[in-house]
Each structure stands twice: as structure tokens, then as C-alpha cells.
């Protein structure tokens, strides 16, 4: 493939027909995409390249395309891969194509605004990922009423000096909480060192109300556990000793890494959605760019249908023994 040709994009290997090549216009789906320095490398350690990493999204664009498509993505670029200097970007890049849907936002308080990019198929996956945006920040919450999330987090992020264990510990009893709440549940390692428990949920709730269920469900996890140097709700970081159940997430304008997601890491590490069996022993390191293709192939995509089982919390408030949320 020339770098003017447009076409689909080459077999396995990163981009090897266009070795060199510092832009490349490619047809992916219904839109040409312009992709440039895809044999920059990217993740050093690995040997792996920009356009190993656009190649991957593509790839697992069917997986991926359900968490992220038609939320905000606010934009964490590595121009120049892990190595390299970041920033974070909101506003949506000019120039940009014309077929790339955005969001305006406005920021209450200060009144400012800015347009989101909203990735909507496998074309603006690599769109995005060419920025060198590496992993996929997604609000909570889809375009349609950005006040109101879709989804309640809970986030299991050991600090320093808290094993791996207690992360999978914890998480079993979140899975416990849950259940007794007749929640549905979906765990993922984060792709970096901790764990996300994610619930669907109908977008009838504002941000702070989500919160405040999230927040109860986590003191009940920590008075299950019972063991402060396992897991705590404290909020002030000087003070913690175990994990935090972080409820905080659940925030207008927060966001995490989706699942599939590759992470900054040296190791291309990705957040890999799991079987609740696997929680007990999954180590994360093991799902990165270069296997997570064989590990959807071999287990499928273990999040297939998450989106269709959005439960209302409204009805869950008093068994947490909170006040019911306004109608």
C-alpha cells in the first residue's frame, strides 16, 4: 500500500506495506482516515509501534466500540508513546474530519465549554488512537443526557505497601454486596494495578445520587471486611492504611479507562473484562496488546451484552439504609 492509497489495512504486523511511510490515508468502514508516523515506536520495552496500537483497535473495535460509543472522551495523548511527555486534551483538535461526531459541553460554575470527540465506530477509534491517545477516558454517562450516568463504579486501586490480594479479596465481597442487592456486576482489571467493578444501571439518577449509593456500598464492604488494613473508606489519603473502596468515581465529568482498553504502561498492558471465577487468581500483567486478541478469541467477549441489563438503583436505596433519591 502506497501512502496516498486508500484500503483496507494490511494483514498482521503492523502496517509493514507502509513501513516508513509518515502518513497513510486508509478506508476503515465508511470513512477514510488519515494516520500518520505508524512505525513510531510506541511502547519500547515491547517493540511495540503506533500502528501496532491503531492496528489493535481496529481489531477489537466490535469488543470495545459498546463501552465507549457516544460518551465524551476526554483525550490522555502520548504523541510520543510511554517514554514521552502527556496532556490531556478536551477540546476536540482542529483540524479534524468532518465525519467525526463531537459533544458540547458546558462546565457549570465557571460557564466554560468545550466540544468533545465521541468515538462511534472503528474509524474514530483510529482516529483517536493516531493522536496518540493510548488508552480510552469515557465519561460515565452517554451524550444523550450527560447528567445522568449509565453505569455506578466502584474502584479498587491498591497504593503502596497494599498487596494484589487484597484487591481480589475485596472484590469478591463487592460481588457479594451486590448480589444481595440483586445488582448485575462486571469486573476488569483497570489495565495498570487495580480493579474495576462496574454496574449498569438506567440513566434516571444525577451524578450526586449515584454517589451517594456508591458510598454506602462501599462502608458496607468495609464493615464486612472489618479490617481497616484491608480495605477503608477513609477519604483522606494521609489517613488510609488498606485499599480504598473508591466511590468517588461516580462524578460528573470522571472518567476511566474502558474495557479493552491498552494502558500507558511499558508492557501495553490492557483492562481486560473477567469471569467473577477468574477474580480470585487473575494477575493483570497477563492481558496486554499482544494476547488480549487470543484471549477474546478463546473466551469471547465476556462483556457481550452488558448494556442490555441496566437496573434501576432507585428501588435499592433503603436496603442500603439510605433515603430514597427525588422522583
Known amino acids: 500500500m502506497r501512502p496516498s492509497t486508500v484500503g483496507r489495512l494490511p494483514p498482521e ?4 506495506s507502509v513501513a516508513g511511510a509518515r502518513l497513510v490515508r486508509v478506508r476503515i468502514g465508511r470513512h477514510e482516515v488519515q494516520l500518520t508516523n505508524l512505525d513510531k515506536v510506541f511502547f519500547p520495552e ?3 509501534t503506533k500502528g501496532d496500537l ?15 460509543r457516544r460518551r465524551p472522551m476526554q483525550m490522555l495523548r502520548y504523541p ?15 483540524p ?12 457549570p460554575g465557571s460557564g466554560r465549554t468545550a466540544d468533545f470527540p465521541v468515538v462511534t465506530d472503528a474509524a474514530s477509534l483510529a482516529w483517536i488512537a493516531n493522536l496518540g491517545c493510548i488508552d480510552l ?3 460515565h454517562c452517554r451524550v444523550d443526557d450527560v447528567e445522568r450516568p449509565d453505569y455506578m463504579l466502584i474502584d479498587l486501586d491498591p497504593s503502596e505497601g497494599n498487596p494484589w ?9 463487592v460481588r457479594e454486596v451486590l448480589d444481595g442487592l440483586d445488582l448485575p456486576s462486571f469486573p476488569k482489571t483497570s489495565g495498570a494495578t487495580g480493579l474495576h467493578i462496574q454496574v449498569p444501571i438506567r440513566p434516571e439518577l444525577r451524578f450526586t445520587e449515584v454517589r451517594r449509593f ?15 488494613d484491608v480495605a477503608t473508606t477513609t477519604w483522606k489519603v494521609a489517613d488510609r492504611r488498606g485499599v480504598f473502596v473508591d466511590y468517588g468515581q461516580n462524578s460528573r465529568d470522571r472518567t476511566i479507562a474502558s474495557a479493552y482498553s491498552i494502558r500507558p504502561t511499558k508492557d501495553a498492558r490492557a483492562s481486560a473484562p473477567l469471569r467473577w471465577q477468574e477474580v480470585a487468581k487473575v494477575e493483570p500483567e497477563a492481558f496486554t496488546l499482544e494476547t488480549m486478541r487470543a484471549r477474546i478469541k478463546k473466551v469471547g467477549d465476556l462483556n457481550a451484552g452488558m448494556w442490555r441489563r441496566k437496573i434501576s438503583l432507585a428501588p435499592r436505596f433503603e436496603q442500603l439504609g439510605l433515603e430514597a433519591p427525588e422522583p
Not at 491503531?54 to 465507549?68: F, K, M, N, S, T
Not at 514521552?84 to 486534551?89: K, L
Not at 490480594?165 to 465481597?173: E, G, M, P, Q, S
Open 13 to 16: 504486523r503492523g502496517f509493514d
Open 46 to 48: 515491547r517493540g511495540l
Open 54 to 68: 491503531i492496528r489493535y483497535y481496529v481489531d477489537v473495535a466490535e469488543c470495545v466500540l459498546p463501552h465507549v
Open 80 to 94: 510520543d508513546g510511554v517514554d514521552g511527555f502527556f496532556f490531556y486534551q478536551k477540546r476536540v483538535p482542529n
Open 96 to 107: 479534524h474530519p468532518d465525519w467525526l461526531e463531537t459533544v458540547h459541553i458546558v462546565f
Open 137 to 139: 477516558h469515557t465519561w
Open 165 to 173: 490480594d487484597h484487591v481480589r479479596t475485596i472484590a469478591l465481597v
Open 214 to 228: 456508591a458510598k454506602a456500598l462501599a462502608q458496607e464492604v468495609e464493615r464486612r471486611i472489618g479490617d481497616q
